[in-house]
């Protein structure tokens, strides 16, 4: 006589959930183990792995508890202990092939294939664990089905574990490989027939709910673990992205330091400028005062000239002090054109040494934004010095144009524009990437480290030609009213 059972519709649910939340815990850990080396990898693949075969296990074990039958059941410890390792065993080896990074196509399908035979182990190890009066027969077809399942199941699983990166794909791989896996469970299930010989008893009422019970333990316990390994998880992540924000912060300050050391030349002469003035100033003041009817008036005058001079020596020092500065970066509100207006007078001998002139177009009455000003200052600093270098061999018209103006969006746009030797049109973006430049004594982290302030404001930095010579570098930042929505 054949048995028949039945599943409880609320424990299957519970079961699919399970392998769902143990899909996206593993994706995330194994995210963790693409970028460390040494130990730290091997925990997180471990960690992964954990995850993953013991929420299989869990799902799988979930789901034959929400299978009723019309007679008494139990299950072997000894085996259904084995099955969990088996699952652990088979995700470990799974995660560590693929994971490496000479990991091709065929290793991920032998991955797959390892790990997919793996789970089929667990789940008729665990069914072999089921003691019951009546006697345990498969159907070959879907024997054979649920093995491609789980093969296909695997194999999307280690393939989507170290390529999603983003929230909403890695929900959506979770989501699927829930599924997947929950497939293969009850395709082996309906693979699997009850024949009972004799007279058989039925189980008491009070049985369904102890399976509930138990089930809802194993379910319980498992969330709980998961939910540790996705804190942790998220706690590394948060460590790991404050260590990338120090690190871009100090790269950023040794290239300004790095810039503003190659233009030690050009700021003593800015700066000794004023200075000079100033003392030329002071000994006109004293002549006028030493004469035998001291002139006021001009005395006055040269006074005063001594105060701007002193100031304008102090403006540029107090500039070149911002930039050496290493600080957290603060938001304020910031004028661009007064950051423009700075960096010309802070690079201005610079650009005179080499006969470049400069035009500027500046917009009127432009929104300010909400920025960190000496991290816009290094911005543009880095865009000008590239144009001088751009320009200072070519033997014909030199000429650096900065223009401001309030794009069709509402936003602020500034682009820096020369008549240099120009950008060929595959390099347009290469040259942002971090260490790669045209130039023969260039770091190649300028123009990057440009980039991720730029997208730090939420804002768009690119490259274009500038026809017929040269080339553009455009920025677009948001405003205060739009950072403020």
């Avoid at 590239?386 to 018209?397: C, L």
Wanted: with cysteine; glycine share 8%; aromatic share 6%.
């Amino acid at each position: 006589m054949i048995a028949t059972g039945t599943h409880d519709p609320y424990l299957v649910a519970l079961s699919i959930l399970i392998a769902a939340f143990a899909s996206y815990t593993a994706l995330d850990l194994g995210a963790r183990a693409s970028a460390p080396r040494g130990l730290a990898r091997r925990v997180w693949l471990l960690a992964a792995a954990v995850t993953m075969g013991g929420g299989i296990w869990s799902m799988h074990f979930v789901a034959m508890l929400a299978f009723k039958m019309p007679l008494a059941m139990s299950y072997d410890v000894g085996l259904t202990i084995l099955s969990l390792v088996v699952a652990i065993f088979v995700t470990s080896g799974g995660f560590y092939v693929i994971s490496r990074q000479s990991a091709s196509p065929r290793r991920l399908v032998l991955s797959g294939v390892f790990m997919g035979l793996g789970i089929v182990a667990m789940h008729y190890t665990g069914m072999a664990a089921l003691r019951s009066p009546a006697d345990l027969s498969y159907d070959p077809l879907f024997v054979a089905l649920s093995i491609v399942v789980a093969i296909g199941a695997s194999t999307a699983a280690l393939w989507l574990t170290f390529r999603t990166t983003h929230l909403w794909q890695r929900l959506g791989a979770a989501a699927v490989m829930g599924v997947a896996i929950s497939g293969m469970h009850y395709t082996a299930m309906r693979a699997a027939s009850f024949t009972v010989h004799g007279q058989f008893y039925e189980a008491p009422g009070h049985a369904g709910l102890d399976q509930t019970h138990l089930a809802l333990a194993v379910a319980g316990t498992t969330f709980v673990i998961l939910a540790v390994a996705l804190v942790a998880s998220l706690s590394e992540q948060n460590r790991a992205e404050a260590a990338l924000r120090q690190a871009r912060e100090d790269l950023a300050h040794v290239n300004r330091v790095t810039t503003m050391g190659a233009l030690t030349a050009s700021l003593a002469h800015e700066v000794s400028q004023p200075i000079a003035a100033a003392v030329t100033n002071a000994q006109a003041c004293l002549n006028w005062l030493a004469g035998e009817t001291p002139n006021l008036e001009a005395a006055r005058a040269s006074a005063m000239s001594i105060v701007e001079d002193g100031t304008r020596a102090a403006e540029i020092i107090s500039r070149t002090r911002l930039l050496f500065t290493k600080g957290r970066p603060r938001r304020d509100l910031v004028d661009v054109n007064d950051v423009i207006r700075e960096m010309i007078v802070l690079l201005r001998s610079e650009i005179t040494r080499h006969g470049i002139s400069v035009r500027t177009e500046l917009a009127s009455r432009l929104p300010r934004l909400m920025g960190d000003r000496v991290q816009l200052q290094q911005v543009l600093m880095n865009l000008i010095m590239n144009s001088v270098d751009a320009m200072k061999d070519v033997d014909e018209t030199r000429e650096l144009a900065i223009t401001s103006r309030q794009a069709n969006d509402g936003r602020l746009m500034v682009s820096v524009i020369d008549t240099g030797v120009g950008l060929p049109a595959q390099q347009a973006d290469q040259i942002f990437y971090a260490f790669f430049t045209t130039k023969p004594q260039g770091t190649g982290m300028g123009l990057s480290i440009s980039r991720s302030i730029v997208e730090s404001h939420n804002g768009r930095l690119w490259a274009s030609d500038n026809a017929p010579r040269g080339a553009c570098f455009h920025v677009v930042l948001p405003t205060v009213v739009e950072t403020r929505e």
